[in-house]
T-cell receptor
Framework: ETGVTQSPTHLIKTRGQQVTLRCSSQ?????VSWYQQALGQGPQFIFQ???????GRGNFPPRFSGLQFPNYSSELNVNALELDDSALYLC????????????FGQGTRLTVV | AQSVSQHNHHVILSEAASLELGCNYS??????LFWYVQYPGQHLQLLLK??????LVKGIKGFEAEFIKSKFSFNLRKPSVQWSDTAEYFC?????????????FGKGTKLSVKP
């Protein structure tokens, strides 16, 4: 157990729909990062939130967006879903400091049909 | 751009065999290096990390890794594997000056240990 929880664990959406994934960070962690892990690949960095603001973004289009709330929990929103968005979405939280360890949740498995 | 290369896609070993998983990274500046493990059905968890200092780092469950700066490598080793080490292993790098938690992962190496 890492203290990072994600919901839902699985969901199926239709191409073109929108989806919201949720993450509760570990207690004391104010930084949340989101990753996409396609089948057979390593996790790819989507973006990071620190104190409710986006603080770094990977090579993902604007239809991937996020939010962080005052309690440091976070949402990942994906609009206009495409088949290639099918993946495991991972949330990781970390504590402030120059060098940190990221603690991962178990992920949300998204299937787009 | 930073990148991480893991040489082996799938490694199959018998129990008690020695393990070495290769990892090379591409980044010109100061880096932080990590190995994560993902057991079947479980979350990614940290095995070990290198930030600075002694290039030979020891992690949990008997794993160790050596940072060789001249080779841009951070190979993972274990002298004697167990069946319970069956998992997928990911090498990751974080640019020292970049945003924390922004990890660049390799594609992973699946380790299967035969009892």
């Amino acid at each position: 157990e890492t203290g990072v929880t994600q919901s839902p664990t699985h969901l199926i959406k239709t191409r073109g729909q929108q989806v919201t994934l949720r993450c509760s960070s570990q207690s004391g962690h104010n930084t949340v990062s989101w990753y996409q892990q396609a089948l057979g690949q390593g996790p790819q960095f989507i973006f990071q939130y620190y104190r409710e603001e986006e603080n770094g973004r990977g090579n993902f289009p604007p239809r991937f967006s996020g939010l962080q709330f005052p309690n440091y929990s976070s949402e990942l929103n994906v609009n206009a879903l495409e088949l290639d968005d099918s993946a495991l979405y991972l949330c990781a939280s970390s504590s402030p400091g120059r060098v940190t360890e990221a603690f991962f949740g178990q992920g949300t498995r998204l299937t787009v049909v | 751009a930073q990148s991480v290369s893991q040489h082996n896609h799938h490694v199959i070993l018998s129990e008690a065999a020695s393990l070495e998983l290769g990892c090379n990274y591409s980044y010109g500046g100061t880096v932080n290096l990590f190995w994560y493990v993902q057991y079947p059905g479980q979350h990614l968890q940290l095995l070990l990390k290198y930030f600075s200092g002694d290039p030979l780092v020891k992690g949990i469950k008997g794993f160790e890794a050596e940072f060789i700066k001249s080779k841009f490598s951070f190979n993972l080793r274990k002298p004697s594997v167990q069946w319970s080490d069956t998992a997928e292993y990911f090498c990751a790098v974080n640019g020292g000056g970049g945003s924390q938690g922004n990890l660049i992962f390799g594609k992973g190496t699946k380790l299967s240990v035969k009892p």
